[in-house]
């Protein structure tokens, strides 16, 4: 087929378009796929000359993204049902409930400066497991968090308790 594996991530596999007006792309991830072409259906028949793909379709939820409308139309992908699940997800590991922000991070914030004791193994697991979840979300699409999700993530080889706690009421922020 001409694909080749991209030189940033070997699961995204581009091939240029032969009239050169741009790029068709099958991104994989482990046992599923998603493709991204002019005319995806023609990859998608010589896929399954190959391989066994239960029905394909135009693609509704890929990868925690929610895609709506149509690939030959208007098309939109929105994060919201992977956040809502992710809340959940969050809420029943940790056992917590969570409050609501206006803002994303505090002016006064400086994650770097923090000098509380050292999480443990397993809220370090947990630490990353949340740095990883909302790091997925910007890249879906919430760039308006990236500055607050960078911050906490540049701290990702020490983290503090109180990258976890609000240090005046000792609240967990996860």
């Not at 599923?32 to 399954?48: E, H």
């Not at 590991?93 to 050292?118: A, F, G, M, Y």
């Not at 443990?120 to 879906?140: A, P």
């Not at 503090?160 to 240090?167: C, D, M, N």
Request: with cysteine.
């Amino acid at each position: 087929m001409g694909f080749q594996p991209t030189r940033f991530d070997n699961d995204v596999w581009i091939k240029k378009r032969p009239d050169n007006s741009g790029y068709d792309y099958i991104s994989t991830y482990i046992d599923d796929f998603l493709i991204t072409a002019r005319d995806a259906w023609s990859y998608m028949k010589w896929l399954q000359e190959i391989y066994v793909i239960k029905e394909p379709k135009v693609p509704e939820y890929y990868l925690g993204a929610t895609y709506t409308g149509h690939p030959s139309k208007n098309w939109s992908i929105t994060a919201k049902q992977y956040i809502k699940e992710g809340i959940q997800q969050i809420k029943k590991r940790l056992q917590i409930v969570l409050r609501e922000e206006k803002t994303h991070i505090k002016n006064d914030d400086h994650p770097e400066e923090d000098v509380s004791p050292l999480l443990n193994n397993e809220m370090h697991t947990e630490y990353e497991s949340l740095i990883g979840m909302l790091q997925w979300v910007v890249s879906l699409c919430c760039i308006d968090i990236c500055y607050a999700v960078s911050s906490l993530s540049r701290v990702c080889a020490f983290r503090w308790e109180g990258h976890r706690t609000k240090k005046k009421k000792n609240q967990r922020l996860f």
